[in-house]
């Protein structure tokens, strides 16, 4: 008896739940797609996940830590996806519960948030179905273009994690929603993907402080120029005005990979700047 057999046909679901009870034809999974189906332009994105075996990056709303799984199944009758069991293995998933899906492509991602609807234990199989949204696709993973500076930066970024000190890199890229920061040696066992930072500090320039909150977004390690680990960032309570001075600054300065600033004040800046924010 295949895995989806033993999903949808080996027993009664103990919720009593119709709505997850046995599949009839619009179901793609390990099988392959059927030639009398025809998968909706919205859901191609899945699909290729699906059958390509991609990892996804799943979030639980009442967990800090991030899980990968991959999509069993697209029930598109049912409005339901199927996905496989979350790893590292988990006791927390319940029915009810939000998850968030990521998957990153070519400077996008495929972002779907939705309830879980019932666990695979209640069918005598593994995974979770949770809610098929309305459509999937990918959006550019960033709302404001991102200044790339380079390791030779002077501009120097403070960081702290929660019960930790004070921890100072060097600016690598900036835009008006966040940042990213070099921080020489190991970090890992100090981050958290969605973490919050009780302090993110960089001093562009005399006039442009940036001191606010922060979220950890993404870290890696790295080897090159010296051992030392990345660290992604979106501000969080940065002030309106604050955030519209960085977006000018931005604008206005073109950031060389040595670190230096080559000021691009035309004489049209204004109202080039004006049609930039407005963007």
């Avoid at 919205?42 to 075996?53: A, D, G, S």
């Avoid at 090159?224 to 960032?233: A, E, F, I, M, N």
Wanted: glycine share 8%; proline share 5%; aromatic share 8%.
């Amino acid at each position: 008896m295949s895995l989806f057999d033993k999903l949808f046909k080996k027993s009664a679901p103990k919720t009593g739940d119709a709505k997850v009870g046995a599949p009839t034809g619009a179901i793609f999974g390990e099988a392959g797609l059927s030639a009398d189906i025809h998968i909706p332009d919205q859901y191609l994105p899945l699909w290729e996940l699906q059958k390509n075996r991609q990892l996804l990056e799943v979030k639980i709303s009442t967990a800090s830590r991030v899980y990968q799984s991959m999509i069993l199944a697209i029930d598109i009758e049912r409005g339901l996806l199927w996905l496989d069991d979350l790893f590292p293995q988990q006791l927390i998933l319940d029915a009810g519960d939000d998850v968030t899906l990521r998957h990153h492509r070519n400077g996008e991602q495929l972002v779907i948030r939705a309830p879980v609807v019932a666990l695979g234990s209640n069918y005598g199989a593994a995974g979770f179905a949770i809610e098929l949204p309305e459509f999937a696709a990918y959006t550019p993973r960033r709302s404001a273009p991102r200044y790339a500076i380079g390791h030779q930066s002077p501009l120097s970024v403070k960081i702290r994690t929660l019960g930790q000190e004070p921890s100072f890199g060097t600016l690598q890229d900036i835009s008006s929603g966040g940042l990213r920061l070099m921080v020489a040696g190991n970090l890992l066992p100090f981050l958290r993907h969605g973490a919050l930072l009780p302090l993110c500090e960089v001093n562009l320039n005399e006039e442009l402080q940036i001191r606010c909150k922060a979220r950890i977004c993404a870290f890696r390690m790295g080897r090159s120029p010296y051992r030392h680990t990345q660290v992604s960032v979106e501000f969080l309570d940065l002030e309106e005005e604050k955030r519209e001075a960085l977006t000018r600054f931005l604008y206005e300065s073109q950031f060389r990979s040595t670190g230096e600033q080559e000021l691009a004040r035309a004489s049209g800046a204004q109202q080039d700047f004006k049609r930039f924010a407005a963007a």
